[in-house]
């Protein structure tokens, strides 16, 4: 495939443009403009003209930056794989805004968040996680996309973005929370600089498959325990 197929240097300044209001421009601009984010792109259109259908489609992939503002950042959620189904994943991770409707994954977490936050004094059931992401809360998968129904078809392509992601919270945040989902989101632990605080857990889709409960580890009242003793409760996050 050659760039005059797909006009390359016009999708990276229109998604660059997408992240001015929210500070993240600044902190993508060079791996946006890199080759490596070229081969992104490519490898996404190229599945594409395979007839090879991924999800969610390109105008949401980066949606989790666009309603999370980098000033207000303090969490970052890693999961695994976007929602392989058509039309469910819409760029925030384990969010279901489109559909309006929990998928497994998120009924399991609003259920734990229900009972560890709220003792289940208040029900939270809004299934648009747009609502934390606009806190602080940049929700991820350790893959932006994958193939319909393939699931970590697609870890490969977006390894390089989200080490890079890591990378520069490194060198430019301190005391962000990261929150490590199951086993895959756990992979990128050894990445996390010691400037940043790690939570774990396993993956909220191992209790579909097992019939059992998830176990959130208490990351949630964890993760707002941190955050009131560094900022104070008025910056805790409202699950």
Request: proline letters at 3%; glycine letters at 6%; hydrophobic letters at 35%.
């Given at each position: 495939?050659?760039?005059?197929?797909?006009?390359?240097?016009?999708?990276?300044?229109?998604?660059?443009?997408?992240?001015?209001?929210?500070?993240?421009?600044?902190?993508?601009?060079?791996?946006?403009?890199?080759?490596?984010?070229?081969?992104?792109?490519?490898?996404?259109?190229?599945?594409?003209?395979?007839?090879?259908?991924?999800?969610?489609?390109l105008?949401?992939?980066?949606?989790?930056?666009?309603?999370?503002?980098l000033?207000?950042?303090?969490v970052?959620?890693?999961?695994?794989?976007?929602?392989?189904?058509?039309?469910?994943?819409?760029?925030?991770?384990?969010?279901?805004s489109?559909?309006?409707?929990?998928?497994?994954?998120?009924?399991?977490?609003l259920?734990?968040?229900?009972?560890?936050?709220?003792?289940?004094?208040?029900?939270?059931?809004?299934?648009?996680?747009?609502?934390?992401?606009?806190?602080?809360?940049?929700?991820?998968?350790?893959?932006?996309?994958?193939?319909?129904d393939?699931?970590?078809?697609?870890?490969?392509?977006?390894?390089?973005?989200?080490?890079?992601?890591?990378?520069?919270?490194?060198?430019?945040?301190?005391?962000?929370i990261?929150?490590?989902?199951?086993?895959?989101?756990?992979?990128?632990?050894?990445?996390?600089?010691?400037?940043?605080?790690?939570?774990?857990?396993?993956?909220?889709?191992s209790a579909?498959?097992?019939?059992?409960?998830w176990?959130?580890?208490?990351?949630?009242?964890?993760?707002?325990?941190?955050?009131?003793?560094?900022?104070?409760?008025?910056?805790?996050?409202?699950?």
């Open positions: 495939m050659t760039d005059t197929q797909i006009n390359l240097e016009e999708i990276k300044e229109k998604l660059i443009k997408k992240f001015e209001d929210t500070g993240w421009d600044i902190k993508l601009r060079s791996f946006i403009k890199s080759d490596d984010f070229s081969k992104i792109i490519n490898s996404l259109y190229n599945e594409k003209e395979d007839g090879k259908r991924f999800t969610p489609p105008k949401y992939v980066f949606r989790a930056f666009e309603e999370c503002p000033d207000k950042l303090k970052v959620i890693v999961g695994q794989d976007v929602y392989p189904h058509l039309g469910v994943a819409d760029g925030i991770a384990f969010s279901c489109l559909t309006g409707k929990a998928q497994p994954s998120l009924k399991n977490i259920k734990e968040v229900n009972k560890t936050v709220y003792k289940d004094e208040i029900i939270s059931e809004d299934v648009d996680l747009k609502r934390w992401a606009n806190q602080g809360v940049l929700m991820l998968n350790t893959a932006l996309t994958c193939q319909i393939k699931v970590g078809s697609h870890y490969d392509i977006w390894k390089d973005f989200v080490a890079y992601v890591i990378d520069m919270l490194n060198l430019t945040n301190s005391g962000i990261f929150i490590l989902l199951g086993a895959k989101a756990q992979e990128l632990e050894s990445l996390i600089g010691d400037n940043h605080y790690v939570l774990k857990a396993t993956h909220p889709a579909v498959y097992t019939g059992g409960t176990d959130c580890n208490d990351v949630f009242n964890k993760a707002n325990d941190i955050i009131e003793k560094s900022n104070g409760k008025d910056f805790k996050i409202q699950w």
